[in-house]
């Protein structure tokens, strides 16, 4: 059973707010990863980490940020958040080796209005 | 670029063998998994494989051919909780998981 989780589930927010959306894992997983996926579409990698103080960007990472200050947090701020930042939010977390399967949290659904 | 392909949607009905396909194009190779996600869910792991050949787990086979660059998932045994999307996903030569857009299964009784 996976431990990893998520908050908010569900946020309906105005532009230009800033939002910091959680996720905590309790397996002490190195890895973490956070995705955003469009419904039917791929998951993008915002951003991830390899443990703590380790941080990288993916591929929609520019308008966002994290921080990995423990090994069990990986906090995804939006500092100004729009309408197109509106889709669904996964935080993921493996143990690192090579062939490890990710664990994924229930995902933060976000509605920028 | 880096580019994997799936079925967008198949339909299959209760019972039966489906088998959904995968194909795909990186910069290097360290083994390919596959996810179910049911609507509204987030995805959970059903296979890894890195070297070639079939990999069988109940009623949920993998197979993969790394000189092709394709793989397949195979469901025996359709149950109607079948129905969700398949993701097809490749670790990268810096062992970055590339995802494709899934396969949405449609299970008729």
């Known amino acids: 059973e996976a431990d990893i989780y998520q908050t908010p589930r569900y946020l309906v927010i105005g532009t230009g707010k800033k939002i910091t959306l959680e996720c905590s894992q309790t397996?002490?997983?190195?890895?973490m990863y956070w995705y955003q996926q469009d419904p039917g579409m791929e998951l993008h990698l915002i951003h991830y980490?390899?443990?703590?103080?380790?941080?990288e960007k993916g591929d929609l990472s520019s308008e966002s940020t994290v921080s990995r200050i423990r090994t069990e947090h990986f906090p995804l701020t939006l500092e100004s958040a729009r309408p197109s930042h509106t889709s669904q939010y996964l935080c993921?977390?493996?143990?690192?080796?090579?062939?490890?399967?990710?664990?994924f949290g229930q995902g933060t659904r976000l509605t920028v209005v | 670029g880096q580019n994997i392909d799936q079925p967008t949607e198949m339909t299959a009905t209760e019972g039966a063998i489906v088998q959904i396909n995968c194909t795909y194009q990186?910069?290097?190779?360290?083994?390919l998994f596959w996810y179910q996600q049911h609507a509204g869910e987030a995805p959970t792991f059903l296979s890894y494989?890195?070297l070639d050949g079939l990999e069988e787990k109940g009623r949920f086979s993998s197979f993969l051919s790394r000189s092709k660059g394709y793989s397949y998932l195979l469901l025996k045994e359709l149950q109607m909780k079948d129905s969700a999307s398949y993701l097809c996903?490749?670790?990268?030569?810096?062992?970055?998981?590339?995802w494709g857009a899934g396969t949405k299964l449609i299970i008729k009784p």
């Open positions: 993921a977390s493996s143990e690192g080796g090579e062939s490890t399967e990710a664990f």
């Open positions: 397996m002490g997983h190195d890895k």
């Open positions: 980490s390899y443990g703590v103080n380790s941080t």
């Open positions: 990186t910069s290097g190779f360290n083994g």
């Open positions: 494989n890195v």
């Open positions: 996903a490749v670790l990268d030569s810096n062992y970055q998981l590339i």
